[in-house]
């Protein structure tokens, strides 16, 4: 008998919410369903595997501007890093253009605490900060904090971390 983790576990409940919610015939853009997908030229972003939609569909540009974390737009989207990003408005996305790597999560959105134990954990769009002008996103509130708390060493242990952590990472 094999044991799954927390993140497997979340994983798969989210893996049935969506075959549930594409039988019933409803989208899937209001849904926060971490998964790997191909991002920043050498990292991989958490976006939805159905739709393409990197974080979720909330808008990385409003994280800046904005400090919330708020919903993009279906007709203001940009494709990079193949994934599908989404915008509050035309300027947030000329920003994204101009400079993606700005305006992405760190890590492909990945938890940086996870990261520096050595584990894939997708962040949620709603647990997030930015530190030295640099998105970072979070499995939940209590892996925020502790970012908050040692946030010099975590980004140490997870840039160093991250190369290994990467490769584990599907396509």
């Known amino acids: 008998m094999t044991t799954m983790s927390i993140a497997g576990r979340f994983r798969k409940a989210w ?22 997908g191909w991002g920043a030229t050498t990292e991989r972003v958490v976006s939805d595997p159905a739709s393409g939609l990197a974080i979720s569909g909330f808008d990385p540009v409003g994280y800046f501007t904005d400090a919330a974390a708020k919903f993009g737009r279906p007709d203001i989207e940009e494709r990079y890093a193949g994934a599908v990003w989404r915008f509050r408005n035309a300027g947030n996305r000329a920003a994204f253009v101009a400079h993606p790597a700005v305006y992405m999560p760190q890590f492909g959105g990945y938890d940086p605490v996870g990261i520096a134990a050595g584990k894939s954990v997708a962040g949620h ?29 975590i980004l140490g242990d997870a840039e160093r971390r991250w190369p290994a952590v990467e ?5």
Do not use: E, N
């Not at 893996?15 to 790997?36: D, H, R, Y």
């Open 167 to 171: 490769k584990t990472l599907t396509p």
């Open 125 to 153: 769009p709603l647990h997030w900060a930015i530190k030295d002008q640099r998105l970072y996103l979070f499995y939940d509130a209590q892996t925020r904090a502790a970012f908050l708390a040692d946030t010099a060493r």
């Open 15 to 36: 893996m049935c919410v969506t075959v549930l919610v594409a039988a019933l015939g409803f989208g899937l853009s209001g849904i926060l369903l971490p998964q790997a």
